[in-house]
């Protein structure tokens, strides 16, 4: 969940290395490191505990820092608190090799224990280290070059992995070495560049080279080359990304949150337009037809985080419309459960960045077992869409807020049409109520751009509630999903104690917890749900609740009950979670800045999460 990036070419590294790791904080922002050689041959390290904004600081913006070929880090600790001493890059005593890796060698205390006793010396408690002087190790005792001292190292390591390295003999190559953890190349003329993810890249150049697993590529002056772990020569085809170099910035507000809630309805309507074709949904990209449809008997949504919400909703809908069972499951949990799968099942894994290890874990147990598998995706070319059988790309574009807004709502929309096209290959969904549902999935970007119009009320009630200790959030069927995707928005970005319930079970439980003024927000979206619904947020209040409500436009006999209520638009049911969730969002995130926290970068968490 660290950041890495490289440069070589003929312009001044740091400032590049250091601009590529402001698009990369959000992957890790404890410590940051970088590595420039200069044109003496000897390598500056420099490495400062905190934000970047530290590291920049002491390198005058990069400008002190002297070379054109360098490595770089932004950190999340996993092995040893953030410190500077444990902050990347590390290197062998000599200074002969130095690396920055994101990830985790999972045996790395076994390879320092080897290493000390061929006489290592270790400052850092990273396993980083431990794998910067393994290498140094091979590098030294066979004298075979870089490439045979990294590809022998990899056969050691277990874990996973994105690594940039130098070699002090080899002063105009980058060395780079990948299993599991993302990474991604660039050349441009006379330079090259690589990062955890394209954003630092786009700026140079679109067509970047996604490195597989278990393979080294070592970088030159605008050139690239790639060997597998025999160390023969592979080739690699560039892959063109689509994403703009704008989307990547922060464009005038104030978070990248902020921007990415703005950017909804865009997200959301990129991506119904790329399945939906003269008022049907076409499925042929993602490689799913009646003939594969109708051979699915179960469907298991596996998932993380908010990816998991996704997949709560995707279960009320898929197995409504289409009357196929489904289950979901945090893929934390399924990847050490046996499931019992076979290839008449389709497991979807739900992910925004493609690389979350736990998802990762689930969609190779899934294949192990022969299900079919379907990666819902937003970063092109990541682990999960290139391991699937079928990839359904989200197209929110690049998102640099922790917390997830767009991507979410772009991972709905593909449950959505995953949903109705399934049903109507199954003959589940009549022509009538399939053409009207694909006519209110086009009014969603609409609808949703009159709900964020309703932000100011929403900024309002955040500021009064600024001191909130604790909140529930209940709702039922689709309802209970918003209201986990509500309450887990809280959490991260508010640091307000929030728990999600079923409305039916407060009852059984939670409702002891409340007493006077306790904030309680319920979701109350479906029709059928309504009163039910209604009555468990009256018997809430009447334990003294401070109710905020979420409905539909017409359904205002939720004032009788709620003492704020915000209204969404009238759409299909199974698609009120695309609206319902917004004022959610604008909650969440106007209470983080009435307590002047950190929006974009909450504390603990890091986007991309691929350690287990
Ligand atoms: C919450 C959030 C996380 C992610 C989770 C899965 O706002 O962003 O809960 O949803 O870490 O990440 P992906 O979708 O990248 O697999």
């Not at 990948?178 to 700026?203: C, H, Q, W, Y």
């Not at 574009?397 to 997830?404: D, L, N, R, S």
Request: net charge negative; hydrophobic share 35%; charged share 25%.
């Amino acid at each position: 969940m660290c950041g890495i990036v490289g440069y070589n070419g003929e312009k001044k590294a740091a400032p590049i290395l250091l601009e590529g790791l402001s698009k990369l904080e959000y992957r890790g922002y404890d410590s940051a490191g970088i590595a420039v050689r200069n044109k003496t041959g000897e390598t500056e390290i420099v490495k400062a505990k905190g934000r970047l904004k530290v590291l920049s600081e002491k390198t005058d913006g990069g400008n002190a820092v002297e070379g054109t070929v360098g490595i770089g880090h932004t950190r999340w600790a996993t092995h040893g608190e953030p410190s500077e001493i444990n902050a990347h890059p590390h290197c062998s005593d000599d200074k002969n090799v130095i690396g920055v890796h994101n990830g985790i060698i999972e045996n790395y205390q076994e390879l320092k224990d080897k290493l000390a006793r061929h006489g290592y010396t270790f400052y850092s408690e990273t396993d980083t280290e431990v794998a910067i002087k393994l290498i140094d190790y091979y590098y030294k005792t066979y004298n075979q070059g870089p490439l045979y001292a990294i590809t022998h190292a990899m056969t050691r390591f277990r874990g996973s992995y994105a690594m940039a390295v130098m070699f002090k003999d080899y002063p105009d190559q980058i060395y780079a070495a990948r299993n599991d953890a993302p990474m991604v190349i660039g050349l441009d003329e006379g330079e090259s560049f690589l990062a955890s993810d394209v954003t630092p890249i786009l700026k140079y150049t679109k067509s970047v080279y996604y490195i597989g697993n278990q393979q080294v590529a070592v970088l030159g002056k605008g050139s690239v080359k790639f060997y597998d772990l025999d160390q023969m020569e592979i080739d690699i085809e560039p892959s063109t990304v689509t994403w703009d170099a704008n989307a990547a910035e922060r464009g005038g507000y104030e978070h990248f949150m902020i921007k990415e809630i703005h950017e909804q309805p865009k997200a959301v309507r990129d991506t119904i337009n790329s399945v939906v074709k003269d008022g049907k949904i076409d499925l042929s990209e993602v490689g799913i037809d009646e003939e594969t449809a109708k051979k699915i008997h179960s469907i298991q949504i596996v998932a993380c985080g908010s990816a998991y919400h996704v997949g709560v909703v995707g279960q009320y809908v898929i197995e409504g419309l289409a009357r196929i069972p489904v289950r979901v499951e945090l893929a934390s949990e399924f990847r050490y459960r046996d499931p019992l799968l076979d290839e008449n099942d389709l497991v979807i894994i739900v992910s925004q960045s493609g690389e979350t290890a736990d998802s990762l874990a689930a969609l190779r147990l899934a294949k192990k077992k022969g299900a079919r598998t379907l990666g819902i995706v937003n970063v092109v070319g990541s682990s999960i869409a290139r391991e699937v059988d079928h990839v359904f790309y989200t197209l929110a574009g690049p998102e640099i807020a922790v917390a997830t807004t767009k991507a979410y709502s772009a991972q709905l929309i593909a449950m959505y049409a995953l949903g109705m096209q399934l049903a109507k290959y199954k003959g589940t969904l009549d022509d009538e109520r399939y053409a009207s549902m694909i006519e209110e999935l086009q009014n969603l970007p609409d609808q949703m751009s009159r709900v964020l119009e309703d932000k100011e009320r929403i900024q309002w009630f955040a500021a009064k509630y600024a001191n909130a200790q604790d909140m529930y959030f209940i709702g039922r069927g689709i309802d209970y999903g918003i209201s986990l995707e509500g309450s887990l928005k809280m959490k991260e970005i508010s640091y307000v104690h929030s728990e999600a319930y079923a409305a039916g079970e407060i009852k059984h439980g939670p409702i002891s917890l409340i007493e006077n003024g306790t904030l309680v927000v319920g979701v109350a979206t479906q029709k059928r749900l309504f009163e039910k619904t209604r009555s468990n947020m009256v018997e809430v209040k009447s334990r003294g609740a401070y109710l905020m409500g979420i409905t539909n436009y017409g359904n205002y006999s939720i004032e009788d009950t709620a003492d704020f209520v915000v209204y969404i638009p009238k759409t299909d049911e199974y698609f009120t979670t695309s609206l319902a969730i917004i004022p959610l969002q604008l909650l969440s995130y106007y209470l983080s800045c009435a307590k002047g926290l950190n929006v974009d970068k909450p504390r603990n968490l890091a986007k991309s999460v691929t350690v287990e």
